[in-house]
């Protein structure tokens, strides 16, 4: 979440207009994040939080919104979107696509504990097991395809060690066959700071526009290179294994996903190393933005790599 597109509170005023959500009383930019321009949006009727879509067109949309609609009617806290007096949840503000989002409670951590590592397990188990009802499709923008166009655009910036480990990884991930595991909707973004938790529960998941159809092993993965590793970017055992336990215990996991697990790892860490190094190196201009350090994720591969074995359950 980022401030590229400036609104201001008489802008909004007139977009509200469209809704049935009162008067408004604040306006504040979130400056956190790297996609979209978002602020917190207070009115007489309650809290909110407005998106302006900076990269997503009006036509890919849909697939997010409805996505958020239904996980939210089948009791998975997140963004339940606002529809306008057309019934509608997309409109445009300032020429961009823009909708707006219930406000959840709670707040996310920079040092989960195991209970929170979890309860953030057993809630992805429960996530992607509601999206098995979401009849919609969308393929992994950040896919192998995206990640053979990308590299060559970030290899000037790194040394030469980088380099040979960025194309060894992206060959590597390509012989892979991840479409014979176990496929469904997943985040694909579950990092910490888009999890709200209220004392030892999920409180909210947040930021659903990496969203798409994927192995579900590989959200796992994502979200446990986040939750579950040291400051040095390790595994930590004790997390990973009772993330794992209580994601198996809602979404039993299978033999095939067992064998993926290591070079599933390696992928995500892969995913996020990668873009990384393209947002720092090949950065949009906007307000507030908020770029993310690549060499964490460089470290947490790198030890992946090393790993004599990997953490199960």
């Not at 509608?88 to 909708?99: E, I, N, S, T």
């Not at 219930?102 to 040092?111: E, F, Y």
């Not at 599933?264 to 990668?274: D, E, H, N, S, V």
């Amino acid at each position: 979440m980022s401030v590229y597109t400036t609104v201001t509170e008489a802008e909004l005023t007139e977009w509200l207009g469209d809704y049935s959500l009162g008067q408004l009383l604040s306006l504040q930019g979130i400056a956190s994040g790297i996609e979209n321009t978002n602020y917190f949006v207070t009115t007489s009727n309650g809290r909110f939080v407005l998106t302006l879509f900076e990269k997503l067109n009006a036509d890919e949309l849909p697939f997010y919104l409805n996505l958020m609609a239904h996980l939210a009617r089948h009791g998975i806290p997140c963004p339940a979107p606002m529809a306008n007096r057309h019934n509608q949840f997309l409109g445009v503000l300032k020429d961009k696509p823009a909708c707006i989002v219930s406000r959840l409670d709670g707040k996310s951590t920079t040092a989960p504990t195991r209970t929170h590592c979890a309860a953030m397990g057993a809630m992805l188990g429960q996530m992607h097991i509601a999206g098995m009802s979401f009849s919609q499709i969308m393929p992994n923008p950040r896919g192998g395809a995206w990640r053979s166009t990308t590299a060559p655009q970030v290899l000037p910036f790194v040394n030469a060690e980088q380099a040979a480990l960025l194309k060894s990884e992206i060959a590597l991930h390509a012989q892979q066959n991840s479409p014979t595991l176990p496929q469904g909707l997943i985040h694909a973004d579950l990092f910490r700071d888009n999890v709200l938790l209220i004392e030892d529960r999920i409180g909210g998941l947040i930021d659903f526009y990496f969203a798409c159809t994927d192995a579900l092993l590989y959200d796992v993965a994502i979200t446990v290179n986040d939750w579950c590793m040291n400051a040095d970017g390790s595994l930590d055992a004790g997390r990973a294994q009772t993330f794992l336990r209580a994601y198996h215990a809602v979404r039993p996991l299978e033999d095939s996903e067992h064998h993926a697990w290591p070079l599933m790892l390696r992928l995500a860490a892969l995913r996020f190393w990668l873009s990384r190094l393209f947002d720092l190196y090949l950065p949009r201009d906007g307000e507030l933005i908020h770029a993310h350090d690549p060499g964490h994720f460089e470290r947490i591969l790198r030890n992946h790599i090393a790993a004599e074995q990997t953490v199960w359950l």
